[in-house]
């Protein structure tokens, strides 16, 4: 494949999800995604998002249509095990909302080593890859302790240092700033910004537009029919106050969204 040629890295194609009870979470979703792309999800609680999230790291699979990641129909069968299954794995890493769900391990440097170890990766690279995760979310401190006891952002900051260990070229990220305090979230941000290349690939929810801003440079809108109302760059979202309003992004005491009149201090450079 020649560099120039555009590369979905995700297909996905009148998807549907319902839960158990003929719940439905998804409805007539189609979107691609391609190499270098950060992309929000947004919308409100219970739109679907975590659902999307779970489906495109292959933890479920939709009711009907669906989803191609590296060329591969994501199935039950081919995530499970075998050659793409690995690879699959080694490529893309999901932070749950929920760090409960994500930790698992007695210490935090079992958490944040776990991932390079299923991998099979030298020792050595190993330590420094599980030092470096640490170093990034601040939390060296915390190496020795049970992930369980710590308090709701640190355990959040754990679940994003177990993935970010694995070097995936894609994250999946379900609320990822949720719960940090305002550094925390700042040198999170910053990290993604850097992170993010011509290869790599970021999709991440939020309720935080302030990030959709810093972050995106698309944006997908979930609505409450479970369906995708808008799929378009953050500024022509975020600048339409009747959308926002409608769809449930902001709320009628909020002020213009502040980003929109004066820009960050250390306003970040856009181009990705
Ligand atoms: N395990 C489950 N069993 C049954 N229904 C579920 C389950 N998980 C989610 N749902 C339902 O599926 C829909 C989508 O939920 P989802 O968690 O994807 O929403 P969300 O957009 O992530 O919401 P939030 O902003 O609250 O995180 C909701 O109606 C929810 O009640
Ligand atoms: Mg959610």
Do not use: C
Not at 59 to 88: H, M, Y
Not at 93 to 120: A, H, K, N, R, Y
Not at 166 to 179: I, S
Not at 188 to 210: G, M, P
């Amino acid at each position: 494949m020649s560099s120039t040629n555009i590369v979905n890295i995700f297909e996905i194609k009148n998807l549907d999800y319902k839960y158990p009870g003929n719940i439905p979470a998804l409805r007539q979703i189609n979107f691609n995604v391609r190499e270098g792309e950060s992309v929000a999800l947004v919308g409100a609680n219970g739109s679907g998002k975590s659902t999307l999230l779970k489906l495109l790291d292959g933890l479920i699979f939709p009711s009907s249509g669906e989803i191609r990641a590296f060329g591969t129909t994501l199935s039950e069968k081919v995530v499970d095990s075998g050659a793409f299954a690995r690879e699959f794995r080694r490529k893309v890493g999901l932070v749950f909302q929920d760090p409960d769900v994500q930790l698992f391990s007695p210490t935090v440097w079992d958490e944040v080593t776990f991932g390079p170890l299923q991998l099979g990766i030298p020792k050595e690279e190993i330590i420094s890859r599980g030092l470096d995760a640490l170093q990034l979310l601040n939390i060296a401190h915390l190496k020795e302790r049970l992930p369980y006891l710590l308090s709701g952002g640190e355990k959040k900051k754990v679940s994003l240092a177990s993935v970010l260990s694995l070097r995936p070229q894609v994250l999946l990220l379900d609320e990822p700033t949720t719960g940090l305090d305002p550094r925390s979230q700042g040198n999170l941000i910053d990290f993604l910004l850097e992170w993010s290349d011509e290869h790599n690939i970021l999709i991440f929810s939020t309720q935080d537009l302030d990030i959709v801003e810093e972050l995106a440079t698309r944006v997908l809108v979930i609505g409450s029919e479970h369906d995708i109302i808008t799929d378009d760059k953050p500024e022509a979202v975020l600048s339409d106050r009747d959308f926002l309003l409608k769809a449930n992004l902001i709320h009628e005491h909020s002020h213009r969204h502040k980003e929109l009149i004066h820009r960050h201090e250390h306003a970040h450079d856009h181009h990705h």
